[in-house]
């Protein structure tokens, strides 16, 4: 059974930092597409980024020059370094593949800035 789990949230003030982690088990993230949404309150969820088996990486707008996504295959886990974090970025964060006909979410991870 696949599962994906979301840590690496919390409160960090304007300007900082934190790295998401996306820790996966059923499945080998390398050999898929994972992905990073983001759901602030009263907002749609909405794409962040993304890494492909081929390790090719994008980044929404959003999160150019802020955010980058990598992977480390011997923890099977995906990340996302955050930086120069402002309040809109405040938002449940989940990480999503898709490695056949079936989604999978992860239960996601609160990231709160405060200005």
């Known amino acids: 059974q696949v599962q994906l789990v979301e840590s690496g949230g919390g409160l960090v003030q304007a300007g900082g930092s934190l790295r998401l982690s996306c820790a996966a088990s059923?499945?080998?993230?390398?050999?898929?597409?994972m992905i990073w949404f983001r759901q602030a309150p009263g907002k749609q969820r909405e794409l962040l980024a993304s890494?492909?088996?081929?390790?090719?990486?994008n980044i929404d707008d959003s999160g150019k020059g802020r955010f980058a996504i990598s992977g480390d295959n011997a923890k099977n886990t995906e990340y996302m370094q955050m930086n120069s974090l402002n309040p809109e970025d405040t938002a449940v964060y989940y990480c999503h593949t898709k490695p056949t006909v079936r989604p999978y979410w992860g239960r996601g991870t609160q990231v709160t800035v405060s200005s």
């Open positions: 890494i492909t088996s081929a390790g090719s990486t």
């Open positions: 059923g499945i080998i993230v390398s050999a898929y597409t």
